[in-house]
Every structure is written in C-alpha cells, then in structure tokens.
C-alpha cells in the first residue's frame, strides 16, 4: 500500500468512525431508554433507505444537497429533543412524577385497543409490545443521515485519489469497529437509572440537533465536528442549572417528592 | 385524515407549539444572517437555552 493508499484509509477511517459513533449515540439512547426491537427495526430501514438511495444514484449520491437534509433532520431532532429535556428536567426537579408515563402508556394502549388499532406512533416512553414509531423513526433518520455523510465521504475521497474499493472498505471497517464497540457499552448502559438515561437522551437529541440544524443553515461550527465535544456538556450542565432552579421553586412552594439535590443527572 | 395530522403534529411539535416554532425561526435566522456573510452558528445554542427556559418557567408558572 503507498503512502497516498495509507492516508486516503486512515481519513476515511476516522470520518466514518466520527459518523458511526454520532449514529450509534442515537440508536443506544432510543434503544435504552425506548424500545431496542423498534429502535433496531429504524437500524435496519435506514440501512435499507440508505442502500437503494446509493444504489440508484450511485457516485451523484454527492449532489443531494446535505444542507436541506441537515435543516430538516437537524430541526425534527432538536424539536423532538428539546421536548425530551424539558421532560426530564420537569421530573428531576420534583415537578413531574417520575413515572407518570407508564399511566399514559396503559391509557394510550387502552384506547388503542378500543380503537381497535395498534399503537404505532405512540408518544409513550414506556417500552411497548408494539412498534415504538419514537425509536424507530429516531433511530431511521440518524443511520439514513449519517449513513450518507459516510457515503459522501467514500465518493469524494474516493474518487478524488481514484480508489473507491479502498475508501469503502477503509469505511466498512470503521462502521464495524464501533458497532462492536457498542454492543460492548449496551449492558452496562441498560443498568443507568430510566429517568438519568432519559435526561442524557434529550441532552444528546438537542446537542446533534442543535448542530445539523445550524449546519443546514449555512454556519460553520468552531473546529467542526469536536464543537460536539463543547456543545453536549454546554448544553448537559446549562440543563443541571435548570433543574435546580426548578427545584428551588418546588421546594419554596412545598411541592412533595422532589428527589435530592445528589441524585439529579 | 383529521385524527392522522393531528397524530403528526402531537408527535413532531408536542405540547409547546412556541419552542417548536422557535426552532424554525432560529434556524431562519442562522441561515439568513450566514447568507448576509455574519458569523451565526452561535444563535441556535442561544436560542435553545432561551427556548427551554420559557418552556419550564411557563410550567412553572402554572
């Protein structure tokens, strides 16, 4: 292998690999704190969304405009985080119950079935027998979205030094070397308590939403992709903050059952 | 279909229809003040802290 071979590899090696781990954040958050079958069920569609889009466009997969993809996909996730957060942040802090959502759940799921009808789609964050449309359609957009930034990363350097072959297996073995990675945290992630778990969920959810949004839109972050590394703790401990102002207000008006200010997330 | 849009907009823009339209106009705003040639990805950092803290001050509130 010559010195060019080795350093197309060794980049696309650790682009893929900062892809695959930004898509196996999202796909352990829902699988953990939602359900891992819908979650693996997304897994596999974006796989799937994502193989027919290179197999039909082939190398002008690089002329979809990421930008709009970013906006979109950046927009839904920083919505759908921003709603998580306040959650576990309202639950934290003693204003909400901690288990609130399994009375939700048995509702939903009875008048689903008075409906006669599954319960797809259900904004429950309990785990359900039925598809988990939160999970699955979460776990769906972050493989499809980063399944085609590593798709574009394979074309462009690919092409650039006229060995696709090498770029993709340089690819295929970071996406393989983080998967296993996260089959080996999936255990040890399960046994962190529900309500934490959820809180690191929105925290995540906010911060990649956060930062595809404001890409889609035309802002180039700090040091690129390690602005991540600054924006998830920013964000984390700016919503720590919120949760113990909320707490003081619950304490001042004496609402009952607010945890301990050391057992906050 | 009446039940199906509302499906949707319960599941992508919840109970707080403000924080979600605050995420459409933040992102507006990066955009257009990129276009203009200002350095903007700082605004929809801003702009979530601001979104979250009048979400919950609002629950507080009630």
Same mark, same amino acid.
């Given at each position: 292998?010559?010195?060019?071979?080795?350093?197309?590899?060794?980049?696309?090696?650790?682009?893929?690999?900062?892809?695959?781990?930004?898509? /196996?954040?999202?796909?352990?958050?829902?699988? *953990?704190?939602?359900?891992?079958?819908?979650? /693996?069920?997304?897994?596999?569609?974006?796989?799937?969304?994502?193989?027919? %889009?290179?197999?039909? #466009?082939?190398?002008?997969?690089?002329?979809?405009?990421?930008?709009?993809?970013?906006?979109?996909?950046?927009?839904?996730?920083?919505?759908?985080?921003?709603?998580?957060?306040?959650?576990?942040?309202?639950?934290?802090?003693?204003?909400?119950?901690?288990?609130?959502?399994?009375?939700?759940?048995?509702?939903?799921?009875? #008048?689903?079935?008075?409906?006669?009808?599954?319960?797809?789609?259900?904004?429950?964050?309990?785990?359900?027998?039925? /598809?988990?449309?939160?999970?699955? *359609?979460?776990?769906?957009?972050?493989?499809?979205?980063?399944?085609?930034? %590593?798709?574009?990363?394979?074309?462009?350097?690919?092409?650039?030094?006229?060995?696709?072959?090498?770029?993709?297996?340089?690819?295929?073995?970071?996406?393989?070397? %983080?998967?296993?990675?996260?089959?080996?945290?999936?255990?040890?992630?399960?046994?962190?308590?529900?309500? *934490?778990?959820?809180?690191?969920?929105?925290?995540?959810?906010?911060?990649?939403?956060?930062?595809?949004?404001?890409?889609?839109?035309?802002?180039?972050?700090?040091?690129?992709?390690?602005?991540?590394?600054?924006?998830?703790?920013?964000?984390?401990?700016?919503?720590?903050?919120?949760?113990?102002?909320?707490?003081?207000?619950?304490?001042?008006?004496?609402?009952?059952?607010?945890?301990?200010?050391?057992?906050?997330? | 279909?009446?039940?199906?849009?509302?499906?949707?907009?319960?599941?992508?823009?919840?109970?707080?229809?403000? *924080? @979600?339209?605050?995420?459409?106009?933040?992102?507006? @705003?990066?955009?257009?003040?990129?276009?203009?040639?200002?350095?903007?990805?700082?605004?929809?950092?801003?702009?979530?802290? #601001? #979104? /979250?803290?009048?979400?919950?001050?609002?629950?507080?509130?009630?």
């Amino acid at each position: 292998m010559s010195g060019s071979q080795s350093a197309l590899a060794v980049s696309v090696f650790l682009a893929c690999t900062v892809e695959a781990v930004e898509a /196996l954040t999202i796909v352990l958050a829902v699988g *953990t704190t939602r359900s891992w079958r819908s979650a /693996l069920y997304g897994v596999g569609a974006g796989v799937l969304a994502l193989a027919v %889009v290179v197999a039909a #466009l082939g190398p002008a997969v690089s002329s979809i405009p990421i930008g709009a993809l970013r906006v979109s996909v950046g927009g839904l996730l920083l919505v759908f985080g921003l709603q998580w957060l306040r959650k576990a942040i309202l639950r934290a802090s003693g204003l909400k119950a901690l288990h609130d959502e399994e009375a939700i759940f048995a509702r939903e799921a009875e #008048l689903a079935r008075s409906a006669g009808a599954g319960a797809p789609g259900s904004r429950s964050e309990s785990p359900s027998p039925s /598809l988990d449309g939160y999970a699955f *359609t979460i776990a769906f957009k972050g493989v499809l979205l980063e399944g085609l930034e %590593v798709a574009f990363i394979v074309l462009t350097f690919g092409t650039n030094q006229h060995d696709v072959g090498l770029a993709a297996a340089a690819a295929a073995a970071a996406v393989i070397v %983080v998967v296993v990675a996260g089959v080996a945290v999936r255990a040890p992630l399960a046994r962190v308590p529900e309500n *934490t778990m959820k809180f690191v969920v929105g925290v995540l959810l906010s911060s990649f939403g956060t930062f595809w949004l404001a890409e889609g839109a035309g802002a180039h972050w700090p040091g690129g992709d390690a602005s991540l590394l600054a924006l998830i703790p920013g964000i984390g401990l700016f919503a720590i903050a919120l949760v113990a102002w909320l707490r003081g207000s619950a304490a001042a008006v004496g609402v009952p059952g607010a945890p301990p200010l050391e057992r906050l997330p | 279909m009446k039940r199906a849009l509302l499906a949707i907009w319960d599941f992508i823009v919840g109970d707080d229809w403000v *924080t @979600a339209a605050g995420v459409v106009v933040a992102g507006a @705003a990066t955009a257009a003040l990129q276009s203009a040639g200002v350095v903007a990805w700082w605004l929809i950092p801003v702009a979530v802290a #601001l #979104l /979250l803290t009048r979400s919950l001050a609002r629950h507080r509130g009630s």
